[in-house]
T-cell receptor, first 109, second 118 residues
Framework: RKEVEQDPGPFNVPEGATVAFNCTYS??????FFWYRQDCRKEPKLLMS???SGNEDGRFTAQLNRASQYISLLIRDSKLSDSATYLC??????????FGKGTTLSVSS | GAGVSQSPSNKVTEKGKDVELRCDPI?????LYWYRQSLGQGLEFLIY????????KSGLPSDRFSAERTGGSVSTLTIQRTQQEDSAVYLC????????????????FGSGTQLSVL
């Protein structure tokens, strides 16, 4: 079983749609959780951290379910500029961050 | 510069040759990571340096791969006797994370080195 699994997509949605991505992780000792965004042929950049109580940043909402070992990202009112690959990332303290393979989102007008 | 710097940005080599990839992290960042990304694939962890601790080499795919970090700053990833399957983008990242504290793990990535083995 892979450490971090994501639905690769692609998710093709129209502008204004709400879209949700899920991610599961295998290591129950994982302590930190993040969503990174990677544009085509660019390096990944941090989108947001994921906190136990859930957190929101504008149109983006992240949720963590430790019991089920999954993380979600919800994007509301999708924009063309949201088109990218979204990477789920987890780690334990003192170890490297492990990246999922990413979910590709394509927003069309 | 203010960001993570990697060189070269592109490297074309012949099968069997050795290559060295360089990463200059953000000043003051104690953690340094090497990942690689093949076309259309996710990031594959290679090696992780954290301060003066022994590096986590668990992601290195074979003994042809090695990395060092001199003086807690610049890192070099060396691939010996390159093979075609080594072709990928090699990404370096650094962070402020201190050992055993994962809460400050925002990674700053360099632009990567595109390695092509012919």
């Amino acid at each position: 079983r892979k450490e971090v699994e994501q639905d690769p997509g692609p998710f093709n949605v129209p502008e204004g749609a709400t879209v949700a991505f899920n991610c599961t992780y295998s290591n129950s000792a994982s302590q930190s959780f993040f969503w990174y965004r990677q544009d085509c042929r660019k390096e990944p950049k941090l989108l947001m951290s994921v906190y136990s109580s859930g957190n929101e940043d504008g149109r983006f909402t992240a949720q963590l379910n430790r019991a089920s070992q999954y993380i979600s990202l919800l994007i509301r009112d999708s924009k063309l500029s949201d088109s990218a690959t979204y990477l789920c990332v987890v780690n334990q303290a003192g170890t490297a961050l492990i990246f999922g393979k990413g979910t590709t989102l394509s927003v069309s007008s | 510069g203010a960001g993570v710097s990697q060189s070269p940005s592109n490297k074309v080599t012949e099968k069997g040759k050795d290559v060295e990839l360089r990463c200059d992290p953000i000043s003051g960042h104690t953690a340094l990571y090497w990942y690689r990304q093949s076309l259309g694939q996710g990031l594959e962890f290679l090696i992780y340096f954290q301060g003066n601790s022994a590096p986590d080499k668990s992601g290195l795919p074979s003994d042809r791969f090695s990395a060092e970090r001199t003086g807690g700053s610049v890192s070099t990833l060396t691939i010996q006797r390159t093979q075609q399957e080594d072709s990928a983008v090699y990404l370096c990242a650094s962070s402020l994370a201190t050992f055993m504290r994962a809460t400050n793990e925002k990674l700053f990535f360099g632009s990567g080195t595109q390695l092509s083995v012919l």
